[in-house]
């Protein structure tokens, strides 16, 4: 004769009308663990967070993200792509640049900045530490720097300069101005003309085109055409290393005091 089980005491449909209940009762997705699988949610607004969340491995967006609020990172944020940064940002941190960057914006960095690739800066910029740049970079809005500031690479400024401190250019830099290049050389300020030279030692001040030079300095001004010249300081005026006075009787200074010099067979006729 068989056995019939009491079904009141069966302790397996018990535990099962348990688990039944227990799924009937919990909120859906409540400590929830998705194990070598994956979770997909279509459509608009689809995943929404209220509280915190927190991903311990790597998050991939491949669209779009958008940050209403703030956005904090508090470990390195590294952008392969180009960055357009349209609102007032702020950099309390070293920020460098590696890459082609576009700011419409204000933009303050109170830390180093450091700009290697192609930038364009269209807002107002403020930065007061110390600016090194050493790619092509565009300036159209204002710009204020109060650190020191280091450019190993081009400068381009297409719009007014106004230069309130001193500039200093060391013996291997330039300033190029059209046909005019202005820069130092063994010691000496010189301006380039390309037809002509005005230079400085610090003493004296030389103008020379060619064969020709005219210099001043020290109360002294001279004139010197190849090996002829004319030389007035404080002992008087002398042509070649001789005064005036120690010249040959052929030189003649006439009423106006302009000087001519007697043709060898005039006898006495002056020619300029």
Do not use: C
Not at 100 to 126: N, Q
Not at 156 to 179: A, C, F, P
Not at 190 to 217: I, R
Request: aromatic share 2%; hydrophobic share 30%.
């Amino acid at each position: 004769m068989g056995r019939i089980d009491n079904l009141n005491d069966n302790a397996e449909l018990a535990d099962l009308k348990r688990r039944v209940r227990a799924l009937e009762t919990r909120n859906p997705m409540s400590d929830s663990a998705v194990s070598g699988g994956r979770t997909r949610f279509i459509g608009e607004n689809s995943f929404l967070i209220e509280g915190s969340g927190g991903v311990t491995g790597t998050l991939t967006i491949d669209g779009l993200e958008v940050v209403d609020g703030e956005l904090r990172i508090s470990g390195t944020l590294n952008v392969s792509g180009d960055s357009h940064l349209s609102g007032p940002t702020k950099v309390t941190g070293k920020m460098d640049i590696d890459g082609p960057t576009t700011i419409t914006g204000d933009t303050s960095v109170t830390g180093d900045f450091h700009l290697e690739g192609t930038s364009t800066l269209d807002g107002p910029t403020t930065i007061s530490g110390r600016l090194r740049i050493t790619g092509d970079t565009s300036l159209e809005g204002a710009f204020h720097v109060t650190g020191a500031t280091v450019i190993d690479g081009k400068l381009t400024i297409n719009g007014d300069t106004t230069l309130s401190g001193d500039l200093t250019v060391d013996d291997s830099g330039h300033i190029r101005v059209g046909d005019m290049t202005i820069g130092r050389s063994g010691g000496r300020g010189k301006v380039d003309f390309g037809t002509g030279e005005l230079a400085s030692d610090g003493t004296k001040v030389a103008l020379q085109s060619g064969a020709a030079l005219v210099g001043v300095g020290g109360g002294i001004a001279q004139l010197t055409v190849g090996g002829n010249g004319f030389r007035i300081d404080s002992g008087g005026i002398r042509i070649g290393d001789l005064p005036l006075t120690d010249q040959p009787s052929n030189l003649y200074i006439d009423s106006n005091n302009k000087l001519w010099r007697t043709t060898a067979t005039s006898g006495g006729g002056v020619s300029a």
